[in-house]
């Protein structure tokens, strides 16, 4: 088995990025999903779930994290990394609320343009990185702005399969995962509990729940008009009412990854 494909989000929800290789850490892959889109009043997270404009942003951090922010019909806005303590902004993800750095005025009108909708951009910096959903992990795995976990992975035979029983290819970005393992028999994720890429052990936590934004064409981000792909997984993939598909993971130590690196599993 080996690594087949590395993805990040820099910001969540907006396009993703493929990469060659990546450093990462406790909190994901360099960059993964550091800045979030949140409501301007309310502080709550915005995702395509709600806003499939976000599909159309393209975010690109640079060797320092500072963003370049661009969009079809939108002049490219540099972003820089806003101090890790100063103009904090109260947000909620799912769940947690948590405070976190503002990155400005033109920022925020920039993305507010985009959605048609007063919003803010902001960071998550390590030290204000959230615990992992209670009962998973260990105390010292964090996350920034994922759903919850730090790492999503997924079969590159999972898909195949998936896509041979609803009759045409889907794309793996639909899943926005960040590791996809190519060489291994199709949901064989479900079953391990700690895998070794490189020389990097991560831990199996939990099954992934998937939702409507696997309906969306990452490229057009239009909605499938028979709700493929969960159509069909909630054929063979539902249990106790959730849609599993892919497995969310921690690592432990930092290091890096690279596309080709063989994959062992440990348990």
Known sequence: MFLSAL??????????????????????????????????????????????????????????????????????????????????????????????????????????????????????????????????????????FPDGFPFLLIGQSSLDELNRRIGRPLQMLRFRPNLVVEGAEPFAEDGWKRIRIGELTFRVLKPSVRCILTTLDPDTGERSADREPLTTLKTFRERDGDVLFGQNLAVDGRGRLEVGMPVEVLE
């Open 7 to 144: 993805y990040r989000y820099p910001v969540k929800s907006g396009q993703a990025q493929c990469l060659a290789e990546s450093a990462l850490d406790a909190l994901g892959l360099d960059g993964d999903r550091r800045w979030m889109v949140v409501e301007q009043d309310t502080g709550r997270f915005l995702t395509q779930r709600a806003w499939p404009q976000l599909g159309r942003l393209k975010a690109c951090p640079d060797e320092d994290g500072a963003l370049l922010l661009e969009a079809p019909g939108h002049s490219p806005l540099q972003v820089r990394v806003p101090e890790a303590d100063e103009n904090l902004r109260g947000v909620t993800l799912w769940r947690d609320t948590l405070r976190v750095p503002d990155a400005g005025e033109a920022a925020a009108q920039w993305l507010s343009q985009l959605l048609d909708k007063p919003v803010r951009l902001v960071h998550c910096p390590r030290q204000r990185a959230r615990y992992l959903p209670s009962g998973y992990g260990l105390d010292t795995d964090r996350a920034a």
